[in-house]
T-cell receptor, first 115, second 112 residues
Framework: ETGVTQTPRHLVMGMTNKKSLKCEQH?????MYWYKQSAKKPLELMFV???????ENNSVPSRFSPECPNSSHLFLHLHTLQPEDSALYLC??????????????FGEGSRLTVL | DQQVKQNSPSLSVQEGRISILNCDYT??????FLWYKKYPAEGPTFLIS?????DKNEDGRFTVFLNKSAKHLSLHIVPSQPGDSAVYFC???????????FGKGTSLLVTP
C-alpha cells in the first residue's frame, strides 16, 4: 500500500448511528488533516494533527470527534449526525513543511450519506 | 465568505493549445498559492505552488503566475494534453494557521 488510504469509501448512516472513518498514510509524514467537501462548496479544513497532537479545530461541531493514535493513522468518529453532514470527507497528510506551504497528499475520500 | 474564487466552472481546450485557468483571492495575508488537480473518484493531487514573494513558477508544461496587485493567480498548461482533463482547484495558505482556502474548481476538458 502506498500513499493515503481511506476506508470506507462509501458510508450510509442514520442520524442515531455511530460510525468511524479511517485514514492511513504510508508516506512517513507527521501531519494529518481532515477536510470536508459539501455539495457545491469548496473543500474546508476540519482538523489538523501534528505529531499526534491536534493543532487546529476549525470550529467543527462536537458530533465529529477526531482521533490520531499515531502519525500514520487518523480517525473521524461520527455520532448523531444530521443530513446536512452528508459530504465527501478527505484525509490528507504532509511533511512538517507542508503545514506552512500547504502541500498536502490527499486520500481518495469517504463519501458519507446521512439519512 | 469565500476568499478564493474560481469564476469559470469549466473550460474546453484543444490538444496542443494553451490552457489558462484563473483564480482570484481577497485576503492579502496569503503567503502560498497552490494548484491541485483532481480526477474522478480520486483525491486532489498537488500540482504546483508559488510563494507570495514570487510572481512566476514553472514546472515542465505547468506555469503559475501571481499578480499580487490584482490578487489574481493563473495556471498555464502548454501544450495541453487529453490526460490533463480534470478538475483544477486553486488554493491559498494564510501566513497564520494551517487551513488551505480552496476555490470551487474549474473542470478542464482537453479534446483531441
Amino acid at each position: 500500500e502506498t500513499g493515503v488510504t481511506q476506508t470506507p469509501r462509501h458510508l450510509v448512516m442514520g442520524m442515531t448511528n455511530k460510525k468511524s472513518l479511517k485514514c492511513e498514510q504510508h508516506l512517513g509524514h507527521n501531519a494529518m488533516y481532515w477536510y470536508k467537501q459539501s455539495a457545491k462548496k469548496p473543500l474546508e479544513l476540519m482538523f489538523v494533527y501534528n505529531f499526534k497532537e491536534q493543532t487546529e479545530n476549525n470550529s467543527v461541531p462536537s458530533r465529529f470527534s477526531p482521533e490520531c493514535p499515531n502519525s500514520s493513522h487518523l480517525f473521524l468518529h461520527l455520532h448523531t449526525l444530521q443530513p446536512e453532514d452528508s459530504a465527501l470527507y478527505l484525509c490528507a497528510s504532509s511533511q512538517p513543511s507542508g503545514l506552512a506551504t500547504g502541500e498536502l497528499f490527499f486520500g481518495e475520500g469517504s463519501r458519507l450519506t446521512v439519512l | 465568505d469565500q476568499q478564493v474564487k474560481q469564476n469559470s466552472p469549466s473550460l474546453s481546450v484543444q490538444e496542443g493549445r494553451i490552457s489558462i485557468l484563473n483564480c482570484d483571492y481577497t485576503n492579502s495575508m496569503f503567503d502560498y498559492f497552490l494548484w491541485y488537480k483532481k480526477y474522478p473518484a480520486e483525491g486532489p493531487t498537488f500540482l504546483i505552488s508559488i510563494s507570495s514573494i514570487k510572481d512566476k513558477n514553472e514546472d515542465g508544461r505547468f506555469t503559475v503566475f501571481l499578480n499580487k496587485s490584482a490578487k489574481h493567480l493563473s495556471l498555464h498548461i502548454v501544450p495541453s494534453q487529453p490526460g490533463d482533463s480534470a478538475v483544477y482547484f486553486c488554493a491559498a495558505k494564510p501566513n497564520s494557521g494551517y487551513a488551505l482556502n480552496f476555490g470551487k474548481g474549474t473542470s478542464l476538458l482537453v479534446t483531441p
